[in-house]
């Protein structure tokens, strides 16, 4: 099995976990997107409550990939972190911006 796949798979634990519905082909193509950042310890999840953090995920995903700007950027970070949970603290990237793709039906972009 391939570190991507081994990921994969974990994700999809965590994203049955909390309830979130799968589809197995947007998550990897998302997984994909994240690069080689899934496989460090700190760039594997994203710190919800560090405001450099977040204006990473809106500046480098959210608008270079996905061409969003204006409201959407924190709409999209604020409907990830509550379906993640606030007081989750394993919030894996991946996830993150899967569930970021799903609200602004930008899958076509990954799949």
Same mark, same amino acid.
């Given at each position: /099995?391939?570190?991507? $796949? ?13 309830? *979130?519905?799968?589809?197995? #082909? ?23 409550? !560090?405001? !450099?953090? =977040?204006?990473?995920?809106? #500046?480098?995903? /959210?608008?270079?990939? +996905?061409?969003?700007?204006? #409201?959407?950027? $924190? ?5 990830? *972190?509550?379906? /993640?949970?606030?007081?989750?603290? !394993? ?7 899967? +569930? *970021? ?5 930008? $899958?076509? =972009?990954?799949?």
């Amino acid at each position: /099995m391939s570190k991507l $796949d081994e990921k994969l798979e974990h994700y999809t634990k965590e994203m049955r976990k909390l309830g *979130i519905p799968v589809n197995a #082909a947007l998550l990897k193509g998302v997984t994909k997107a994240c690069g080689p950042s899934i496989y460090t310890r700190d760039g594997e999840t994203v710190s919800s409550s !560090s405001a !450099s953090e =977040l204006n990473r995920v809106k #500046a480098n995903f /959210m608008t270079k990939k +996905l061409g969003l700007s204006g #409201a959407d950027l $924190d709409k999209g970070v604020a409907h990830a *972190i509550d379906k /993640m949970g606030k007081g989750n603290r !394993s919030k894996y990237r991946a996830i993150f911006y899967y +569930l *970021i793709v799903k609200k602004f039906k930008k $899958d076509s =972009l990954f799949v």
